[in-house]
């Protein structure tokens, strides 16, 4: 009897089709479906990687132990150089995030809002639009440039990778955010159609560093969302780690034959033996930094410039870089110099002084608002930021752009916890 009254009432309701019981029941079913609970780690639960200051000290080191092996005949041969650098850039950066500690003392931490209502039909929706301007994109540049750069594998016709294409500027935060927002996805489904197409674009257009940057913001996003325990999250950023250099070094092998990648980067004959997986990691992270210590010990400052500014333009309105000529000095063997040549062609220390105290404020402030509350922009920050071996991410269009995206979907997909009825209307 105590269980009859509620069985019989469940009954009913196949008969009276206004019965309020399975009305409230398919109500809460249809709202399960439509949203997805996100739980958001405040900043002392962070794992040390999501930490910007960390992150920024990580990154330097693992620059300072690549220029150390020598892996080339053209690396910067003493450390002394290289360490100033690091302690001046570390040193500014501290400065920029002090100042607004000291500015703004009280921590504000985000416990009022513990997790995020996921309007999954709006994500699905936003991802939709992203794709179909994409797809549009792709297809100007097929009529226009011929096939994507990847079919030159296969012995296609193709243009070189770094011509080939317009609207990238655009077309590649695109790519990124779905790829990105795709991970939130409750249904596996849709997950994967998503970041598979996303992903597939990419690898079209063999942009090695894009498709490592949207794994990074991936990683960085889970990280930042995720109530799995620090040390389990360390282990998996290790696996990451692992799966980002097998990643690059298979775009890499495939756009660079063996023999190219020894000779244009001078691999001095005894690492020629060596794993192509190592060879690639130590290489990135190596020669961009001897490249700039080369242009510190080469360049004669004369006058300020702002061609650092030049990336945040559109491409069609770039204005001829005034340092061209840097790539005639001696030992600079390619087009990457890390985040700070271009500020130091301009501005000399002084520049690199001011981008490292701008990124210290920044990172201060980033952290103030709380990382995993705007996690989806917290996420391009990081991801820019763990690139500073290579190039300055900071700047470029395209990196604004993403930006603007992600914060806008950050609000459009996204509502504070309590509020999950009303992110579904």
Not at 180 to 188: G, I
Not at 349 to 360: D, E, M, Q, R, T
């Amino acid at each position: 009897m105590l269980f009859s009254f509620p069985i019989l009432r469940w009954a009913n309701c196949f008969v009276d089709s206004d019965a309020p019981y399975l009305s409230d029941w398919s109500e809460a079913s249809r709202v399960r479906e439509m949203t997805r609970r996100i739980s958001l780690r405040p900043n002392r639960e962070l794992p040390f990687y999501c930490h910007p200051i960390s992150l920024f000290v990580i990154v330097w080191l693992m620059m300072l132990l690549a220029l150390a092996c020598r892996i080339s005949y053209d690396s910067y041969p003493e450390m002394g150089l290289p360490i100033f650098i690091f302690v001046l850039s570390f040193g500014a950066l501290l400065a920029g995030y002090g100042i607004i500690r000291f500015l703004f003392p009280a921590e504000t931490e985000h416990d009022d809002v513990a997790e995020y209502a996921l309007n999954v039909p709006r994500l699905r929706k936003l991802n939709m639009l992203f794709l179909f301007v994409a797809i549009a994109i792709m297809a100007l540049n097929l009529k226009l440039d011929g096939l994507p750069p990847a079919f030159g594998f296969f012995s296609f016709d193709t243009v070189n990778y770094l011509e080939y294409g317009r609207l990238k500027q655009l077309l590649f935060p695109l790519l990124i955010s779905i790829a990105v927002n795709s991970s939130l996805d409750p249904s596996k489904l849709w997950k994967i159609a998503f970041s598979a197409a996303a992903f597939l674009s990419l690898v079209l257009y063999v942009t090695r560093g894009e498709i490592l940057a949207a794994l990074l913001q991936v990683f960085f996003v889970y990280s930042l969302t995720s109530r799995v325990n620090k040390r389990r999250l360390v282990i998996s950023a290790l696996f990451v780690v692992a799966g980002l250099a097998i990643v690059a070094t298979l775009v890499g092998n495939n756009r660079t034959t063996q023999s190219s990648f020894f000779a244009v980067l001078q691999i001095r004959r005894e690492f020629w033996d060596w794993p192509m997986i190592f060879l690639w990691v130590i290489s990135y992270f190596s020669i961009p930094i001897s490249n700039l210590c080369w242009i510190v010990h080469n360049f004669h400052f004369q006058s300020a410039t702002l061609s650092f500014l030049y990336p945040a333009l559109p491409a069609f309105w770039t204005p001829t870089d005034p340092h061209e000529n840097v790539m005639g000095y001696s030992h600079v063997v390619d087009g990457v110099h890390t985040y700070l040549a271009s500020y130091y062609l301009d501005l000399s220390y002084v520049g690199i002084v001011l981008i490292n105290l701008v990124l210290g404020i920044g990172a201060a402030c980033v952290m103030r608002r709380g990382l995993s509350r705007n996690f989806l922009t917290a996420a391009v920050f990081l991801g820019c930021l763990a690139y500073i071996f290579f190039v300055d991410n900071f700047i470029p269009l395209s990196t604004i752009l993403q930006f603007l995206i992600q914060g806008f979907a950050q609000r459009y997909i996204l509502s504070p916890g309590g509020r999950a009825h009303e992110a579904v209307v």
